[in-house]
């Protein structure tokens, strides 16, 4: 593999794994958790790891500072602003809602799947799936509920894979991997890249969260009123397999309980070259902005998505020119 295909996939900072002593006792906090959670009823959680959540932003500055950040960007007003504030709290209560959701899954009946997205949506989704020339790959941030759209199209028996982090604690990784499996959604460990590109080129799904904070080696987008970048992989992937790549959101309805599927126009990438990648990846971002505006609070991505420095800024506006002149060392 190139170079470049050697760093599709990693999505994020990284934290360096603990000690198997601590993350053992991580994975029995996390399975203790998950059998109370699916043993009361679900509103009490639901409201005691929502004010949780929203205490951690309260009392940790640089959590706060990065989430005010964010929300800032993206409702265009100053970080300090109370509206940027009103909008993070709301989204930390909307994240705890989401992990009562995850920690419940295992025990929920798979046909349950059938009712959490819309079949019309999905109906939609499998005609694109068919029109492409490769597999169909899913990108999406962390808005909603993506569980339930990978549930949703594995309860239809399609071939879905979604791509995760099993680095910092693999033995929660294989907890969630698990759980994931019963539902009939394969998960691909970030690292085995060979994995993923056997998927697309079987013509199956593949799913990739854009959303994992801001990395100097992503492929420079201007989102919302400034420049970032957003991953490699998803147009790398598209461009190496003839696959064609959705923009999703899982918007949840106002009954709290169900989701809709919207999606952009389909990308096609069409070649490696950098401007076909930066095209491709601020099509994503176009697409990924729309999501998140339409219902801030419920994007719980509290990562720093853009770089601090207005210097990097204009860096990333420069090679982002570069790319689409095709300049040699540009992508």
Do not use: C
Not at 141 to 163: D, K, Q, T
Not at 279 to 289: C, K, S
Request: net charge positive.
């Amino acid at each position: 593999m190139t170079a470049r295909e050697q760093r599709l996939e990693a999505p994020h900072r990284r934290l360096q794994p603990g000690s198997r002593t601590f993350e053992r006792v991580v994975v029995a906090g996390y399975k203790a958790f998950a059998w109370l959670i699916s043993h009361i009823p679900p509103a009490i959680p639901r409201v005691i790891l929502g004010r949780a959540a929203q205490l951690s932003y309260l009392l940790w500055p640089t959590k706060r500072r990065w989430s005010n950040a964010n929300f800032g960007h993206v409702l265009g007003l100053p970080p300090g602003h109370p509206r940027v504030r009103q909008t993070a709290l709301r989204a930390y209560m909307v994240y705890g809602r989401y992990v009562v959701e995850l920690a419940r899954l295992p025990k929920l009946a798979r046909e349950h799947a059938d009712r959490l997205v819309s079949g019309s949506d999905l109906d939609a989704i499998h005609r694109i799936w068919e029109e492409s020339e490769g597999g169909l790959i899913f990108t999406l941030g962390h808005v909603g509920n993506g569980e339930a759209a990978a549930a949703g199209v594995a309860s239809r028996g399609w071939p879905i894979s979604v791509v995760a982090d099993d680095s910092s604690f693999p033995g929660l990784f294989e907890e969630f991997r698990r759980t994931r499996e019963q539902w009939g959604v394969h998960v691909i460990p970030w690292r085995n890249l060979r994995e993923i590109y056997t998927v697309l080129r079987r013509r199956e799904m593949l799913a990739l969260l854009i959303d994992w904070g801001y990395r100097a080696d992503g492929i420079p987008v201007r989102l919302f009123d400034a420049w970032t970048t957003l991953p490699a992989g998803p147009a790398t992937l598209a461009a190496k397999t003839g696959s064609r790549i959705l923009p999703i959101t899982l918007q949840r309805k106002a009954d709290g309980q169900t989701f809709s599927i919207t999606w952009a126009d389909p990308i096609a990438v069409t070649s490696s070259d950098p401007a076909a990648l930066q095209t491709a990846t601020q099509e994503m971002a176009d697409a990924f902005a729309a999501s998140v505006a339409r219902s801030p609070e419920q994007w719980y991505s509290f990562k720093p998505i853009w770089p601090a420095e207005a210097e990097e800024m204009e860096r990333l506006a420069r090679r982002a020119a570069a790319m689409q002149a095709n300049e040699p060392g540009s992508g």
